[in-house]
């Protein structure tokens, strides 16, 4: 089942199928590591659901939920 990171519920896994969004954005999400193939753990949420805590590639990353949205994933079953 493929959905954004943003919609994602703590404790959620997935792999990255795609990363959109334009320009600078974009390649700000590929500088911190997130690329298609990679393996994301959502950890946490802010109280508001912004931002949130994944872990990708060995480290503890917070995104947007904007930039988070920017990212889609196959949810692991």
Do not use: H, Q
């Not at 990363?19 to 802010?46: H, I, N, Q, Y």
């Not at 109280?47 to 994944?54: I, M, N």
């Amino acid at each position: 089942m493929k959905k954004t990171l943003d919609e994602f519920n703590i404790g959620e896994a997935g792999k990255i199928v795609s990363v959109s969004g334009e320009g600078r954005l974009r390649r700000r999400l590929f500088d911190m590591g997130v690329t298609p193939g990679a393996e994301v753990l959502l950890r946490k949420k802010a109280p508001l659901g912004d931002p949130l805590e994944v872990t990708i590639r060995g480290y503890e990353l917070t995104l947007r939920k904007t930039e988070a949205a920017c990212v889609t994933m196959e949810v692991e079953k």
